[in-house]
């Protein structure tokens, strides 16, 4: 009978820098919804998308699995997507 290790029993935590990109992904991603109606929400809806993969590529294998970096991804997509919208209407 085998005894499993303590890596798969229990989850690893997430890394510092995983923590830290989330955090900076998310705050982008809520900046970027609040200015979507400028050009500069599109910018910032660009860097939520860039700084939520960069979370989701620091991340710990076995980790425990938070969706904060795919929340700002479809934040940073929506804000894109409503940026582009204002500015087709005003043209």
Do not use: D, N
């Not at 590529?57 to 929506?78: E, F, Q």
């Amino acid at each position: 009978m085998t005894q499993a290790t303590y890596y798969t029993r229990y989850p690893r935590r997430p890394s510092i820098l995983q923590k830290r990109w989330e955090a900076a992904s998310l705050i982008l991603g809520a900046l970027a919804l609040v200015t979507s109606w400028l050009v500069l929400g599109i910018a910032f809806g660009v860097a939520a998308i860039a700084a939520g993969v960069a979370a989701r590529s620091h991340a710990t294998p076995g980790a425990r699995k938070t969706p904060t970096a795919a929340i700002s991804i479809a934040l940073g997509v929506a804000s894109i997507l409503i940026g582009v919208g204002i500015v087709a209407a005003t043209l």
